[in-house]
Every structure is written in C-alpha cells, then in structure tokens.
C-alpha cells in the first residue's frame, strides 16, 4: 500500500497513542469519520492497522503480513529500489541475498549482470538468478519456510559462514526511530545477523512502509549498514542517525 501523506501522519499518530478512537482522529486531522474508516479499513487490510472496539490501534508485532500480500504491497516502490541496487553492483561481485520480497526485485533487476557471485537462503532469489548464464549462484542449507521459500535455521547461518563478499543485501520488517532494525522470526534474524557479519559492504533495502513499524525481534542497528536504499526520505531521527554512522540514503523513484 502506497500510503499518502494524511494516511503517514495517521498512522504516525497512531503509533504514538497506542490506541485512538475514529473521533479523535477525524478532530486531529479535520476529516469526516467516514474518511478515517476509509483511511483504517486500507491500512488493515495491509495489516499496518488493527481495528478494535471504539477505535484503532497497531497491527500485531509478532506476525508478519501474508507472504503473497507482502508480494504487493509497494511494489511499484520495491522495483524502484531494486533498480537502483543494480546500477551500483558492478559485474564480477560476490554477494549474499537474504529474504524478503525487496532483495527478490533485486535478484530480478540483476538478471542480466555478468559473471555475479550470488550466496543466497531464499530459494526464489535463486530460482530468478538461475536465468543468468554468466553467473554462479549458491544455495544454502536449512530449513525450509514453505510459506515463503526461505530457508533459515542455525545450519544455514553455519553455511553462510564459510564466505566473505563483496556486498550483503538485506532486508527488513521495522526501522525504528531510533536505528534499531526488527523482524518477526528469531531464526530468519540470526541468519541476517550472519550474513552482517561475512560482508565488507550491507546494503539494507527497505519501502517507506517499514519505518516505524512494529516487529518483535531486534536483528541489528542502523549503523551497521553502508547504504539504505528506499522510496522516500527517512524520518529526521533516523537521518541524524545515519549521518552520524556514515550511512548512505539512497531515495529511488517508484518504478511501474
């Protein structure tokens, strides 16, 4: 979901308040109720919020959106990103690709890049990459998150050790205010650790949608990446944060 700047500044609220009623809200930003329901009915359904008796509040923190929602969502955003990852990985570089289906419109906006080194745990990625000719990919080990293709564990981590590359590209749930980088599963977030630590360069990929938003399990800090490749400009703490850290913001275009 492409949220406009009414639906930001609500949703920034309701972070905020926990829980709001539909009244305060429609008071605090001089809309009709029915137009906040509109506004909260289109984020429910892209699970940012959650309605409950007199009023609304923070989706859950604990369980992502649906894998083939998530495929949607933003996604003229995603394949913006994703092109601006490819115009800066040159030809012969090793990488490692996490999960998610930001680093997948990266694996399709490399396609044709030669003689790539591609470590990855997500089996769509590797399935996109395998249609490059000139490039080698390498699939890891573990086990198998059937809703999504990923594939995590300690065996995978174990694996992903074995390598040091040019550049990890990564994904992620929640920026928050602050720098720290969440996600949902323990298991999915240790591999990302991993794949931190074995990579001289982290490019982290994320929509606008994920600053600010809820997740459960804290994988890391802003101030471990090099660069963050997104579709709108970071929220001001966050900036301060990454120009203190040497953080790269690179703001792309959405793409159709």
Request: proline residues 3%; contains cysteine.
């Amino acid at each position: 979901m492409a949220l406009n700047p009414r639906q930001r500044q609500l949703l920034d609220f309701v972070r905020q308040h926990e829980t709001v009623s539909v009244e305060e809200l429609a008071r605090k930003f001089d809309v009709t109720p029915q137009t906040v329901r509109r506004d909260i009915k289109a984020m429910e359904e892209a699970k940012l919020l959650s309605r409950y008796h007199g009023g609304v509040g923070l989706a859950s923190s604990v369980e992502n959106i649906d894998y083939l929602q998530r495929q949607s969502l933003q996604l003229g955003a995603k394949r913006g990103i994703a092109a601006e990852v490819a115009k800066r990985v040159k030809p012969g570089c090793s990488l490692l690709i996490n999960i998610g289906t930001t680093t997948e419109e990266v694996a399709r906006a490399l396609v044709n890049h030669q003689d790539l080194h591609v470590i990855t745990n997500n089996l769509n990625v590797a399935s996109i990459l395998c249609d490059n000719p000139t490039s080698e990919v390498i699939l890891a080990g573990g086990v198998v998150r059937k809703r999504d293709r990923a594939i995590i564990g300690e065996a995978t981590s174990d694996f992903i050790r074995q390598f040091k590359v040019d550049i990890g590209i990564i994904g992620i749930s929640s920026i928050e205010p602050d720098g720290t980088l969440r996600d949902f599963d323990p298991r999915e977030v240790r591999v990302a650790q991993t794949i931190i630590e074995q990579s001289r360069e982290v490019w982290l990929v994320a929509d606008g949608n994920k600053f600010g938003r809820e997740a459960l399990v804290r994988m890391g800090h802003i101030s471990q990446v090099d660069k963050l490749f997104t579709n709108i400009r970071p929220p001001e703490s966050l900036m301060k944060i990454m120009k203190t850290s040497g953080v790269e913001a690179v703001i792309a275009a959405a793409k159709g």
